[in-house]
C-alpha cells in the first residue's frame, strides 16, 4: 500500500459520511438546551462584537479559533432571538450544528 492510498479510503468516507449527514438533515433540527447564565451572556456578547470583514492571512490554527469564535456568536445569536432567561440559567432551541460545535470544541 502506498504511503497516501488511505487518504483515497479516507475521501470516500468522508463522501459516506456527508451521505449519513444529508439523511439526518431534516429529522435533527433543533433541540432545547439549558446553559448557565454566565456562559449564555458570553455568547450573546460574541454576537454583539464588531469583528473585521476581513481577517487575512491566517494560520490554521487562527482560522480554527476564528470558526469557533463565529460559532458562539451564532449561538449568542440564537439566545438573544429566543432564548428564555429564568434565573441563573437560559433555555434555547439551538441548531444541531451549533451544538456539534460547542461539543467538538470541548473534546
Known sequence: MGDREQYVRYREDRTVLAAIGAGLDGQVERITV???RSLAESAC????REEPHHAGEE???EYELRDDAA???L???AISERGTWDGDR?????DVVQIAAALRAAW
Open 34 to 36: 439549558r446553559l448557565p
Open 45 to 48: 456578547a460574541a454576537w454583539g
Open 59 to 61: 494560520s490554521r490554527e
Open 71 to 73: 460559532e458562539l456568536a
Open 75 to 77: 449561538i449568542g445569536l
Open 90 to 94: 437560559v433555555t434555547v432551541d439551538l
